[in-house]
């Protein structure tokens, strides 16, 4: 189990405030609990995605509030479809770099190319990272404007 700790220097109730509209936002589950609660968090970590479950336990302080997370489970699954796109643009790729080793390859070296400029445009140029430090740090964000 992983642990992330997190201080906030508002009040309890807006720091929940700021993590219920962060769950809303960014579309996961948030079930509240008491001083905390359940949350299922969809992430993205480049051709993996998946979804973390998440126990929030928050704690006034006398600067503000203590964020205990401790992630119970974390689930991922990599992009086929996308991993099956590179495949291709790397063996396209592979084309323009070997056709002076076997001239027999130089006819498909301008399809190689295309194949590895939209492998870079439909995957590599799209991908991106959100995780649990990304969502409290909108939670922050939000809380200061809550």
């Known amino acids: 189990m992983v642990e992330l700790h997190r201080r906030f220097p508002q009040p309890p109730e807006r720091v929940l405030e700021a993590i219920d509209e962060a769950a809303e936002m960014w579309g996961a589950e948030w079930q509240p609990a008491g001083a905390g609660g359940n949350l299922l968090l969809p992430i993205v970590r480049g051709l993996r995605h998946g979804v973390l479950q998440i126990t929030l336990a928050l704690e006034p302080t006398p600067e503000g509030t203590s964020l205990s997370c401790r992630i119970q489970r974390s689930t991922l699954e990599i992009n086929r479809s996308a991993l099956a796109i590179l495949i291709l643009g790397g063996l396209g790729g592979l084309t323009v770099v ?49």
């Open 98 to 146: 070997f056709w002076p080793l076997s001239p027999k390859i130089l006819q498909l070296a301008p399809l190689g190319a295309v194949l590895a400029f939209v492998a870079w445009l439909l995957v590599v140029s799209r991908l991106r990272n959100s995780g649990a430090e990304d969502f409290f740090s909108l939670v922050g964000d939000l809380a200061k404007n809550v």
